[in-house]
């Protein structure tokens, strides 16, 4: 699925390696080049919480949403109870929009998710 959506240019999923060894998982779910936004997300092994690491992935990637393929808004969806999950957009300036109630299916239970958002203007100006 990940290379059939590379190859349609509507996203892609890279691995983030830190030191030789696979850590976490990045990418963009899906580009919707008609309104020029994606939604972009995110994994990292807990024992490499705390590092900058995925703080760092995610600012190349957003350098590479607004500079390289054009687009105008990035969201991303963390989960109303993963606060370290909360913490990569706020510290990166996204704005954050409001929850998505029981919008996720996780182990059989509903998760609410907080959406942000980052636009190209706002991204800019900094």
Same mark, same amino acid.
């Given at each position: /699925?990940?290379?059939l959506q590379?190859? !349609?240019? @509507? +996203?892609?999923?890279? +691995? *983030?390696? &830190?030191? +030789?060894?696979l850590v976490g998982v990045i990418g963009? $779910?899906? *580009? @919707? $080049?008609m309104h020029r936004k994606t939604s972009l997300g995110y &994994?990292? !092994?807990k024992q490499? #919480? +705390? /590092?900058g690491i995925m703080t760092q992935a995610v600012e190349a990637l %957003?350098? &590479?949403?607004f500079d390289e393929i054009d687009l105008n808004? *990035?969201? %991303?969806?963390?989960?109303? @109870? @993963? #606060?370290?999950s909360q913490a990569i957009p706020e510290r990166l300036g996204f704005t954050r929009e409001g929850m998505l109630r029981d919008n996720e299916l996780l182990n059989g239970i509903y998760s609410s998710s907080y959406i942000y958002s980052l636009l190209k203007s706002e991204y800019n100006s900094k």
């Open positions: /699925r990940g290379l590379f190859a !349609d240019g @509507n +996203g892609f999923q890279c +691995g *983030i390696w &830190y030191v +030789g060894t963009l $779910h899906e *580009i @919707n $080049h &994994y990292l !092994d490499f #919480e +705390g /590092r %957003i350098k &590479y949403c808004r *990035i969201e %991303i969806s963390a989960a109303a @109870n @993963n #606060e370290k």
